[in-house]
């Protein structure tokens, strides 16, 4: 038996167009939504990375996040930055994880050559190398696509929030 008290569904209800009503009346709207602030910059960015497998990695997913441009409006140039650290070290003195931290500098140009935003995010992962060799060049690919994302996504988000309407 659970502790809690039970609500009817017409509470739930109630309470879940009460936050709703909230929301609107606080001028609350979708980023991806028409004329959402992400709406300038879908479609209309040009994506410029180093010649690197990193580069290549977080062109593909800001390019998933943000559309190939069909008239390039922007331009988003973005310098990524990775250095591995041994983490754990055993006894025997054979490190057994991995951390990679990346840093990746972005800057958005309009169409006039104006610095619309800029800026630098950062973030880490972290894999194993304790698997066979094979276990272990699989683990840390998945770490270095896994960090392009995350870093990828830190871009997106300030460039939305710096997007113009």
């Known amino acids: 038996m659970s502790s809690r008290p039970q609500t009817s569904p017409l509470t739930r209800r109630a309470i879940l167009f009460g936050g709703c009503a909230a929301l609107a ?3 609350f709207a979708p980023v991806y939504g028409t004329g959402g602030q992400a709406a300038a910059l879908r479609n209309a960015t040009v994506v410029e990375t180093e010649d690197t497998v990193e580069g290549y990695r977080i062109r593909q997913h800001l390019e998933d996040r943000l559309g190939i441009a069909a008239t390039a409006r922007f331009r988003l140039s973005i310098t990524v930055d990775v250095t591995r650290r041994a983490v754990a070290v055993a ?3 054979n490190t057994t994880r991995q951390r990679l931290e990346g840093a990746a500098s972005y800057r958005l140009i309009n169409d006039a050559g104006q610095v619309v935003t800029h800026g630098t995010v950062s973030t880490f992962t972290a894999y194993s190398t304790t698997g066979s060799t094979v276990a272990t060049a699989a683990a840390e690919e998945d770490a ?6 995350a870093l990828g996504d830190l871009v997106v988000t300030r460039l939305i929030a710096a997007a113009p309407q």
């Open 91 to 93: 006894s025997d003195n």
């Open 25 to 27: 009346g606080c001028g």
């Open 144 to 149: 270095q696509d896994r960090l392009m994302i």
